[in-house]
């Protein structure tokens, strides 16, 4: 089926450190990808979208890069800061059918 | 601005009770979705919909109903034979492309929990 797995958390990083989210999905075809992020006690907002094979998303410093070759969006950023503690969702819309199916959620804390 | 709003933020159910949880988007969306989140789970779809009077059940509809009357509602009715209705609800709404490349916004949430 079409499935969305997430590495999971928590993940704990001192300030300024390099993130890596893994995320990879099953699908056949060419789905767009996204990354959200949630924090406490609020919905999610997107964080950054990829459309087609190769494209890289990226917003306030977060870039993921759609790889076909490897099924994978994993999401990057070069220096976090404690402002960045959050859980973040990978997910993938479902061509054809206005559904997105999303991982489990990978909780980022940041430590100054 | 336009934005997606749910209400009320904490809702409690009485045993054997049905209640109803609101969302409204002014964004102009087609469609509409409502999730379940529990720890460790991720996001569950319940239900959504892709336009107006129509609607499909998602992968957890049990004890859930819905209707979709107008464009920008789309509440959710928790009803008494969901055995397990404490989580938090969430409801999103996004443009309709074939492609479902068009991002969903969420609304705030709605935290049940069982008296």
């Known amino acids: 089926g079409n499935s969305v797995t997430q590495m999971e958390g928590p993940v704990t990083l001192s300030e300024e450190a390099f993130l890596t989210i893994n995320c990879t999905y099953t699908?056949?075809?060419?789905?767009?990808l996204f990354w959200y992020v949630q924090y406490p006690g609020e919905g999610l907002q997107l964080l950054l979208k990829?459309?087609?094979?190769?494209d890289k998303g990226s917003n306030k410093g977060f870039e993921a890069t759609y790889r076909k070759e490897t099924t994978s969006f994993h999401l990057e950023k070069g220096s976090v800061q404690v402002s960045d503690s959050a859980v973040y969702f990978c997910?993938?819309?479902?061509?054809?059918?206005?559904?997105?199916?999303f991982g489990t959620g990978t909780k980022l804390q940041v430590i100054p | 601005d336009g934005g997606i709003t749910q209400s009320p933020k904490y809702l409690f159910r009485k045993e054997g009770q049905n209640v109803t949880l609101s969302c409204e988007q002014n964004?102009?969306?087609?469609?509409m979705y409502w999730y379940r989140q529990d720890p460790g789970q991720g996001l569950r779809l319940i239900y959504y919909?892709?336009?107006?009077?129509?609607?499909q059940k998602g992968d957890i509809a049990e004890g859930y109903s819905v209707s979709r009357e107008k464009k920008e509602s789309f509440p959710l009715t928790v009803t008494s034979a969901q055995k397990n209705p404490t989580a938090f609800y969430l409801c999103?709404?996004?443009?309709?492309?074939?492609?479902?490349?068009?991002?969903?916004?969420f609304g705030d949430g709605t935290r049940l929990s069982i008296l």
């Open positions: 999103a709404s996004s443009f309709r492309t074939w492609e479902g490349n068009q991002p969903q916004h």
């Open positions: 699908a056949t075809g060419y789905p767009s």
């Open positions: 990829a459309t087609k094979a190769d």
């Open positions: 997910a993938r819309a479902h061509e054809g059918y206005q559904k997105v199916t």
């Open positions: 964004l102009n969306h087609d469609a």
């Open positions: 919909s892709q336009i107006v009077n129509d609607f």
